[in-house]
């Protein structure tokens, strides 16, 4: 049986259109306007604080991913499996962080390249690190994303940005609080046999 290669005339439903180009139809930082009952002003600042957010946690979940895959030692196990499961959690946020942007008329941040330029989250080493240090890496990471999500609270509220608000408050918030809470009982210093 000999195979025949399409014509793309003969059957145009059936054959991809490949290498396309064209131009960029709304540039990053600015807003569509959409009937969200939402000046554009409250909108545009929402946008800006939450491209922030999105950014760090990009950077927040990568780490994750890369302490998840280095960690050694007798807490291997427990840590592998915590800290790949904070991992998901940060993906969901990044979803629901993007998909806010893009229902305020907003472009989401979404290249790593860009998201490298605009993260406040310092580079760790390209090497493995000590565990300690790992979590508190992590723990660095959470609070500084932490503070920009206070701030956001702050100005969505006055803003009347409910949407946004009620995102930040009721599921990044808590989320990222939750999450400091179990990485920083892994740097207890406490006896494992006596006390």
């Known amino acids: ?10 059957h145009a439903n059936s054959q991809p259109i490949l290498h396309q180009h064209g131009r960029e139809i709304q540039p990053f930082g600015t807003l569509r306007n959409l009937p969200i009952a939402l000046p554009s002003s409250a909108r545009s600042e929402s946008c800006e604080q ?8 990009l950077i927040l979940y ?5 302490h998840h895959w280095l960690m050694r030692g007798h807490t291997f196990y427990q840590l592998h499996l915590l800290l ?5 959690e940060q993906l969901k946020l990044i979803d629901s962080l993007g998909e806010r ?46 503070g920009e999500i206070r701030v956001a609270i702050t100005k969505t509220a006055a803003n009347r940005d409910d949407g946004t608000n ?12 939750s999450q400091v809470w179990f990485i920083a009982e892994h740097l207890v210093d406490t006896p494992l046999v006596r006390s």
């Open 1 to 10: 049986m000999q195979i025949q290669i399409l014509n793309s005339h003969a």
């Open 50 to 57: 939450l491209n922030q957010i999105l950014a760090d946690s």
């Open 62 to 66: 990568s780490l994750y991913k890369k």
């Open 84 to 88: 790949d499961k904070h991992a998901d």
């Open 101 to 146: 942007v893009q229902t305020l008329g907003g472009v989401a941040i979404a290249d790593p390249r860009h998201v490298a330029e605009v993260t406040k989250i310092e580079r760790p080493p390209n090497g493995v690190e000590e565990i300690p240090v790992m979590l508190s890496r992590l723990l660095e990471a959470h609070e500084l994303i932490l």
């Open 166 to 177: 009620d995102l930040l408050m009721s599921e990044v918030l808590r989320t990222n609080e």
